[in-house]
């Protein structure tokens, strides 16, 4: 008889920043991917860099939006993603400020990454609990406070969620009602040294992702995959990269 999982499995990784990206930390992501099987892969926002649309000081290390595009194209091919969730970053280029109305929808990232194509699902940029993307009881969102209580700050707003932005690595429980809830920051998966800032190790920056056994009553456990070496493990295997 067929072993049935009674749960699905939702692999979440924030923050690629593609062309940015840390190349160790996309293929032991890749790997976990191929090994674990899971039902939903979602990136949890800043899968771009937009480094050439700002209102700050020009980035040295530009790339054109072209390349970039080019390159998300190659990775997406690997990843396998279903849901694509939209942040500040892939935001910039539907700002008023940053980009002309009349090509706002020439450039718009789900175009250009053929998500359409892929069948994968987009999924807008809002602070609005009932518009962000669930699995039961649990919300995945990109996040927007940087503050060093963000993830309280998550908490409170959404209960028990999942969420990047920051590029560090935090978890809290709080009670709320009857229950406790929890937040979970799971770090980032881009170069952790920035040309744009100039301290040469941004303060808490770590590289890792979140594999999340989702169960049908709408509870799911969570395992924080760090990447800050060169061995991890997850669900028991061992990976090198």
Same mark, same amino acid.
């Given at each position: 008889?067929?072993?049935?999982?009674?749960?699905?499995?939702?692999?979440?990784?924030?923050?690629?920043?593609?062309?940015?990206?840390n190349?160790?930390?996309?293929?032991l992501?890749? *790997? /976990?991917? +191929?090994?674990?099987?899971?039902?939903?892969? %979602?990136?949890? $926002?800043?899968?771009?860099? @937009?480094?050439?649309? &700002?209102?700050?000081?020009?980035?040295?290390?530009?790339?054109?939006?072209?390349?970039e595009?080019?390159?998300?194209?190659?990775?997406?091919?690997?990843?396998?993603?279903?849901?694509?969730?939209?942040a500040?970053?892939?935001?910039?280029?539907?700002?008023?400020?940053?980009?002309?109305?009349?090509?706002?929808?020439?450039?718009?990232?789900?175009?250009?990454?053929?998500?359409?194509?892929?069948?994968?699902?987009?999924v807008?940029?809002?602070?609005?609990?009932?518009?962000?993307?669930?699995?039961?009881?649990?919300?995945?969102?990109?996040?927007?406070?940087?503050?060093?209580? *963000? /993830?309280? +700050?998550?908490?409170?707003?959404?209960?028990? %969620?999942?969420? $990047?932005?920051?590029?560090? @690595?935090?978890?809290? &429980?709080?009670?709320?009602?009857?229950?406790?809830?929890?937040?979970?920051?799971?770090?980032?998966?881009?170069?952790?040294?920035?040309?744009?800032?100039?301290?040469?190790?941004?303060?808490?920056?770590?590289?890792?992702?979140?594999?999340?056994h989702?169960?049908?009553s709408?509870?799911?456990?969570?395992?924080?995959?760090?990447?800050?070496?060169?061995?991890?493990?997850?669900?028991?295997?061992?990976?090198r990269?």
């Open positions: 008889m067929a072993n049935v999982r009674s749960y699905k499995k939702l692999l979440v990784f924030s923050d690629v920043h593609v062309p940015k990206q190349d160790r930390v996309v293929e992501l890749k *790997a /976990v991917r +191929r090994h674990e099987k899971p039902d939903y892969v %979602v990136s949890a $926002g800043d899968f771009l860099d @937009v480094s050439n649309v &700002t209102s700050f000081p020009s980035d040295p290390d530009l790339f054109t939006q072209a390349n595009f080019e390159m998300a194209n190659d990775l997406l091919d690997d990843l396998k993603i279903t849901h694509f969730i939209q500040n970053h892939e935001e910039r280029l539907e700002r008023p400020s940053l980009v002309p109305f009349a090509i706002r929808n020439l450039i718009h990232p789900a175009k250009w990454l053929h998500l359409k194509e892929r069948k994968v699902k987009w807008p940029y809002s602070t609005h609990p009932k518009k962000v993307l669930k699995f039961g009881n649990l919300t995945v969102v990109h996040g927007h406070s940087a503050a060093q209580n *963000a /993830v309280k +700050r998550a908490a409170e707003r959404y209960g028990n %969620v999942i969420f $990047g932005h920051t590029h560090r @690595v935090a978890m809290i &429980t709080l009670p709320h009602l009857s229950h406790e809830v929890a937040a979970y920051n799971i770090g980032c998966c881009c170069n952790l040294r920035a040309s744009y800032i100039e301290k040469s190790d941004p303060v808490g920056w770590r590289s890792g992702f979140m594999l999340v989702l169960y049908r709408g509870r799911f456990s969570a395992h924080q995959v760090l990447a800050d070496g060169r061995i991890t493990h997850v669900n028991g295997k061992e990976y990269f």
